[in-house]
């Protein structure tokens, strides 16, 4: 189970947008991160790589945790929203509700819940 300063440094990194170092120093060297039911993606450096290349295509992201954050034992439930500016143009805006798995201070995995419909961008 994290410590709630360990959870509120987490949830700095991610609103700072700081995806890609949140996940290089929260997640175990084995976590995964599953969307929607879908195939987890398992391994730290891949978790990172695979987020720096979403941030590479972005001119700006906007990221809020809207509170409460719920946590249970070794269970923490946060939801988020993300604004994106595609450099190729348009925006997306997702809201999605994270459910991670703790193992003390590192997360062994989390899924990701959202409408698969906001992934497609807009004008």
Known sequence: MPTS???????ERVTENKHAEAIDE??????????????PRVGRAALVAGERAVMARALSVTSRCIRPVFVSGN??????VFEFQWLAGGKTRMEEIAYQTWEGEKIASETFFYDPAQRTPTK
């Open 75 to 80: 269970k923490v439930v946060i939801r988020w």
């Open 26 to 39: 929260f997640y175990l060297e084995n976590g995964s991160i599953q969307e929607n039911q879908g195939e």
């Open 5 to 11: 300063e360990t959870l509120e440094r987490f949830i």
